[in-house]
């Protein structure tokens, strides 16, 4: 990540400071803790079965976004070309 | 009397008079004639209008039902938010351009017959195109040039699928029909290749982000729903397209997340948006009909609301990549605020209009027992999330503060932004008010606990592995980048194949021109030495020679007749 350009002498933000940073990314665990212990507590109805085990649709997006990101990292060493390249 | 015009026709008739008019009045007229138009629309008893008989075609201009209502109610909105989001704007051509657009759009879904289909659709294209030359230069120019090849192309198929229908059929009723013959085939790649079907979308991802910026929020709304209502109105339950819907729900947000033109990471969600429609068209039950008409529905609204406040962006920045940008959230509170309502919303976040509209879907598809498909569709729901929902905001307004400073959008573009803002809380708050105008009746309950739990762990797990791959630095970077997709076959691949075989080929014709005028040339000169002036059949025979010939002939005469 590049460094922060933040003209000298203005105001700072709360997001500035990289420890409030770590605690929005605490706080999303956090809220994904709960999240996950919600499913001890209500009667699922799940439409397919399988949706319905535990944190099924937590486990399968935190998956399936990895998997988007890394697979996109792996197709960009095929697909990537300069800015330019249609230009040329 | 404006109830007596078409719907569609009001707006393309009232854009003539844009050049005509002062400013001031052009402004107010803008955003008066759509809103005219939806009243106009609202009053409108269901049922055929204006129909008339023509060398033996029975034309219906127009019909109104369910299905073309509720794509006319929010093809009119949009019309309304557009023109306010660019009211700003000076140029007369962008404006007669973007209402004569929305109006063949409006007509479009109107259109009871295949040939007064065909008509508003080839409107849309040319009118359309307009909106992207309007940003000047050479790449908008080649672009738009593409965009409107592709566009007529679309509407060439259609009006020969329809010939060939009417033919066989003797009808050119737009209704539903059967794939199996050419003429349906036809009819079907017209409407696939405008609704970005696999390897016919790379259109939309080239000529969207390259439209100026008030332009691109125009075209985000019409030609590919209209696509969506006319697969919906011809092709529902239409197996295979539950299998391309799919497809096109995936494939479109692996280049989201590496590409850096964040218009144009809008425009592959756009594209991935449109599977899940087509994906509750090929499903063909009454939910899975309501999923996608509603889904059309909410994702104008928040669709146009993420590439408004990437247009205001652009506008004000000067640039929209996304290596460029962040920390604009100081600069543009409000444009980021009006963002994260668009980003939740296509993100189906419970308490906004998305996640009413896709949950209808989903569920159609878990009925009917897709488990594959359904898998497909949430993957890609938390993609969406992913690069919509997280990057688009993320990379825009926040991430490392790019040091740009800039004044906060106009007050017009905010008001748009509003508006649309507005909307999508408003239906995911009170799902009655979009339920009670989908096709057919609905008996779903989005607000239940499995819903929303399931959909909100969905999307703050997403959340989590975005924050997770930031945080330890594994999530690939914005680079300067142009990355290769379908496109490059009609852009590179084919003038390059061209070009490299072009001398072979070249040299090879002119290699049978010479073998060709050389035997021309031998055939011409035997012919001269046998007929010429000194040629042997030319000659002047001795009467001693010909006597002699005679009497070899008069012996083998003999000869034969003898054996």
Known sequence: MAESKRPEGEREYWLDRSANVTKVFWAVVGVCALLG????????????GFDGSFGFHGW????????LVLAAKELRKLLKRDEDYYDR | MIASLPPGLLLIVAALAIPFLPDVLRRAWTVVVPAAGLWALIVLEPGSYLAFAWFGAEFVPVRVDKLSLIFGYIFHIAAIISAIYALHVRDTVQHVAGMMYAGSGIGAVFAGDLVTLFVYWEAMAITSVFLIWARGGETAYRSGMRYLIVQIASGVLLLSGAILQAEQTGSIAFDKMALGNLATWLILLAFGIKCAFPFLHNWLQDAYPEATVTGTVFLSAFTTKAAVYALARGFPGTEMLIYVGAAMTAFPIFYAVIENDLRRV??????????????????????????????????????????????????RVGTIKGSELGGLYKSMPFTTVFCIVGAASISAFPLFSGFIAKALTLSAVAYEGYVVVWLILMFASAGVFHHSGIKIPYFAFFAHDSGKRCKEAPLNMLAAMGIAAFLCIALGVWSPALYSILPYEVDYEPYTPTHVIGQLQLLMFSALAFAVLIRYRIYPPELKSTNLDFDWLYRKGIPALIASVWPVLWAAWQGFLGALQGGLRTGIGAIVRLTGPEGTLARTWPLGSTTLWVAVLLGGFLLIYYL
């Open chain 1, 37 to 48: 212990l919600l499913d001890f507590f209500y009667h699922k109805h799940a439409e397919l």
């Open chain 1, 60 to 67: 399968y997006g935190f998956v399936c976004c990895v998997f």
């Open chain 2, 266 to 315: 809008l425009a592959y969600s756009l594209n991935n948006q449109l599977g899940f429609m087509v994906v509750g068209v090929g499903i063909g039950t009454p939910m899975a009909l309501n999923g996608a008409a509603g889904h059309a529905f909410a994702h104008i609204l928040y669709k146009a609301l993420l590439f408004m406040s990437m247009g205001a962006v652009l506008y």
